[in-house]
């Protein structure tokens, strides 16, 4: 079975960073597209950023685009997600998942496969 790990949540002040890790363990992550996606208490998953296969760079959602930033690194198998200028609303549990096809997508049914979620808190 496939499986992702996430990592890097924690606390951070508004305005603050955070980097969030997405790992694999025995298969290469360059085949799959990857998505980060959120969710807070009392709402529905939101999709945050994704990245196709073969890609260095993705896509993200209106209301992070500015401030978040998706990214491969192939020699650590691992894909990122650099979190800026992080607000109260930014609050949730973050989940990388991936997409056999290898296309990537906000969509959260278009995955195959997820971790188990790391979180993060923006709150002074």
């Known amino acids: 079975q496939l499986q992702l790990v996430e990592s890097g949540g924690g606390l951070v002040q508004p305005g603050g960073s955070l980097r969030l890790s997405c790992a694999a363990s025995?298969?290469?992550?360059?085949?799959?597209?990857i998505g980060w996606f959120r969710q807070a208490p009392g709402k529905e998953r939101e999709g945050v950023s994704f990245?196709?296969?073969?890609?260095?760079?993705?896509f993200s959602a209106d209301s992070v685009r500015d401030r978040f930033t998706i990214y491969r690194d192939y020699s650590k198998n691992t894909v990122y997600l650099q979190m800026n200028t992080l607000k109260p609303e930014d609050t949730a549990v973050y989940y990388c998942?991936?997409?056999?096809?290898?296309?990537?997508?906000?969509?959260?049914?278009?995955?195959?496969?997820w971790g188990q979620g790391t979180q993060v808190t923006a709150s002074s």
């Open positions: 025995g298969f290469r992550l360059d085949y799959y597209g």
């Open positions: 990245i196709s296969s073969g890609s260095s760079s993705g």
């Open positions: 998942a991936g997409d056999a096809s290898g296309r990537g997508t906000l969509r959260a049914d278009e995955y195959d496969f």
